[in-house]
């Protein structure tokens, strides 16, 4: 390049850099949208967990509009606020707003391109691809092996529990999960329950508590483009190896020695051989990619449910009873059998569920992108292809107009005359729409028998070492307790 050329390249790129820069900063006040006008980043508190920053949000601009604009840095970004603008986002004008707009870099860190991740047509076709497994047939086939780490799960607290002894329960009840998943996604025995330091355990654990890189983290959001380019990936190698190792092993296993086990994985090596409804085969990286979201998100979401669920039914004695009394008349209807019939007779198990889902949703924040130009109804405010939206699922599920009083932990809210009085999108702990949860029905019925089969046995009380209240850690993404959960439990 010509040497007196460049200082007007220089300036024009400075030029640009600027206006880039103003036309961000002016993203919502140029589209009449109330926004705070600052970085999120700037004023968040990051030893207050980021649920409880986004419910500070949501009362501040609740009512003025359908949307609040805020800024990760200088990335605007929409927060959805009414209720009627969620259930176009979810299902009304979901061609929209078919992505998450997460990171994921197929290239340097493939576990990262599975389904919760993967963006338009290669989301769609392996979404397809993928529903059949979770179908209440195909949970009737996976419900013995379920029952069969319930069954390890239930001898081993007869074995632990004497008279008031108390135990630390979150990382019991992960260990719980962790066997049920490592058996229905990869048939592998984990033993977590007999081995609290079993590999399978150690690598979910590692995968939750690792330290977050936040300028990582920063750019990957910001800028996903030059994130790749620079191959940032989000998952730890030596878990990465692991799984992609396990995975291996397993496929290798079964297409040798012809084993069939009517399991997740089962499913995943028939799309890896193209044996599915004639569509292009799926790449090694892309099912062991599958097979790592099923089971690093349906140990974790699971058994932090169950955490809670207990934490609030030691808090009340009345309504452990009445979950109790529910279990044991369903079981003597059904012989003493845990039978997958039994299990869905259990209403105030579900209902006692989904009001943990609604006080401690795990998943706090929903995330989705703008596909293409989208007009908010009823406004003149038009959304860009690319914005990024978050739905405050945490702080809705908390908003004392939807749910009165929110704080009080009450299931009664879950009968079916009072959930027809609610809006239809105010409780959304699994999403909406075509990308709803995959795994609910899993996630749910794994909760389902960890909670009765502890419900039947044994009775859950405060004790000396039980920290009341109990508070969500900030490292976490998903809410999880600080303390853990230790409580006093009693042989029924």
């Given at each position: ?36 006008g600052?970085?999120l980043?700037?004023?968040?508190d ?5 649920a409880r920053s ?18 990760l840095?200088?990335k605007?970004?929409a ?21 998450r ?19 338009g047509t ?6 397809m691809?993928?529903s ?45 999960t ?9 048939g592998?025995?984990?033993?977590s ?10 690598m979910?654990r590692r995968?939750?508590?690792?330290p ?5 983290d ?11 380019l ?26 040798k020695?012809?084993v ?7 499913l ?11 569509q ?8 062991a990619?599958?097979?790592f ?9 699971s ?18 009873e ?11 209807k ?19 569920l ?5 006080k ?5 924040l ?9 007009q908010i109804p ?5 959304l ?12 809705i599920?908390?908003?004392?107009e ?20 609610r809006h ?6 699994f ?14 019925m ?7 089969l502890?419900?039947r046995?044994?009775?859950f009380?405060?004790?000396e070492k039980?920290?009341?209240p109990?508070?969500?850690?900030a ?6 307790p ?7 439990v009693d042989?029924?």
């Amino acid at each position: 390049m010509d040497l007196a050329v460049l200082p007007v390249v220089v300036i024009l790129l400075l030029t640009y850099l600027a206006y880039r820069l103003k036309t961000q900063i002016t993203f919502w006040s140029d589209r009449n949208v109330p926004s705070t006008g600052v970085s999120l980043r700037q004023k968040r508190d990051y030893n207050v967990h980021i649920a409880r920053s986004f419910q500070k949000l949501y009362h501040q601009f609740k009512g003025q509009f359908p949307i609040a604009g805020i800024y990760l840095y200088i990335k605007p970004v929409a927060l959805a606020i009414d209720l009627e603008l969620l259930k176009c986002i979810f299902v009304k004008d979901f061609q929209y707003f078919h992505d998450r707009g997460t990171y994921y870099n197929e290239k340097d860190d493939p576990l990262s391109a599975h389904l919760f991740n993967l963006q338009g047509t290669k989301w769609r076709n392996l979404r397809m691809k993928i529903s059949p497994t979770f179908t209440s047939g195909k949970m009737k086939i996976m419900f013995p092996t379920m029952i069969a780490a319930g069954k390890q799960f239930g001898d081993y607290m007869n074995e632990k529990v004497g008279k008031g002894t108390e135990l630390e329960l979150k990382d019991l009840l992960a260990r719980f999960t962790t066997d049920v998943i490592g058996m229905c996604a990869f048939g592998i025995e984990c033993n977590s329950m007999k081995d609290p330091n079993a590999q399978f355990r150690q690598m979910g654990r590692r995968h939750f508590e690792l330290p977050r890189n936040r300028l990582k983290d920063s750019v990957c959001s910001i800028a996903p483009r030059f994130a790749r380019l620079l191959g940032l990936r989000q998952n730890d190698p030596e878990l990465s190896d692991f799984f992609i190792n396990v995975v291996r092993e397993t496929v290798d296993y079964r297409v040798k020695n012809n084993v069939h086990r009517n399991d997740f994985m089962d499913l995943l090596i028939a799309m890896m051989k193209g044996d599915t409804s004639g569509q292009d085969p799926l790449t090694f990286n892309e099912i062991a990619a599958q097979a790592f979201v099923f089971f690093v998100a349906g140990f974790e979401t699971s058994s932090t449910t169950m955490t809670w669920a207990l934490y609030e039914l030691s808090l009340d004695q009345d309504v452990q009873e009445k979950g109790r009394k529910c279990v044991q008349e369903v079981l003597d209807k059904h012989n003493g059998e845990m039978s997958y019939e039994a299990m869905l007779e259990m209403t105030y198990i579900d209902q006692i569920l989904n009001e943990t889902l609604r006080k401690y949703p795990p998943v706090p924040l929903h995330f989705r992108a703008v596909g293409k130009d989208y007009q908010i109804p009823d406004t003149n405010t038009v959304l860009p292809a690319g914005t990024s939206v978050m739905i405050p699922v945490y702080a809705i599920h908390h908003d004392p107009e939807i749910f009165a009083d929110p704080e009080k932990f009450d299931p009664e809210r879950f009968t079916e005359e009072e959930i027809r009085k609610r809006h239809p999108y105010a409780w959304t702990p699994f999403g909406e729409g075509p990308r709803i949860c995959i795994g609910m029905r899993f996630g749910m019925m794994q909760a389902r028998i960890g909670l009765a089969l502890l419900l039947r046995s044994f009775q859950f009380t405060s004790g000396e070492k039980s920290t009341v209240p109990l508070d969500f850690t900030a490292k976490s993404f998903i809410l999880s307790p600080e303390q853990g959960l230790w409580l006093r439990v009693d042989k029924l």
